[in-house]
Nanobody, 121 residues
Framework: VQLQASGGGLVQAGGSLRLSCAVSGRTFSSYHMGWFRQARGKEREFVAAISWSGGTYYSDSVKGRFTISRDNAKNTVYLQMNSLKAEDTAVYSC????????????????WGQGTQVTVSS
């Protein structure tokens, strides 16, 4: 399984970005997909996840601003990020999980390489 994340960049506070994560090498529809982020000097943290059936999960810090979605036909998951804040600056990574615990990075089996999101204030 390979995951390829893209869509990061530099944006001003209040702006928007959409991240994409393309999955290849395995049937996509039966697995959870998640986004995590890691800011410089901090531990990796959960951002959002989506189950194979479309159920969504968000961290409190992004709820109401970020939206996760998936296109099973394209084997791709998206993270629409609106109303970005400086504290959203981090490397964002997508991951695939076969288990039912979307919040915990240790339960994810495959990871993409990460894409940098920088929000200027």
């Amino acid at each position: 399984v390979q995951l390829q994340a893209s869509g990061g960049g530099l944006v001003q506070a209040g702006g928007s970005l959409r991240l994409s994560c393309a999955v290849s090498g395995r049937t996509f529809s039966s697995y959870h997909m998640g986004w995590f982020r890691q800011a410089r000097g901090k531990e990796r943290e959960f951002v959002a996840a989506i189950s194979w059936s479309g159920g969504t999960y968000y961290s409190d810090s992004v709820k109401g601003r970020f939206t996760i979605s998936r296109d099973n036909a394209k084997n791709t998951v998206y993270l629409q990020m609106n109303s970005l804040k400086a504290e959203d600056t981090a490397v964002y990574s997508c991951a695939l999980s076969y288990s039912g615990s979307p919040y915990y990075s240790a339960r994810y089996d495959y990871w993409g390489q990460g894409t940098q999101v920088t929000v200027s204030s």
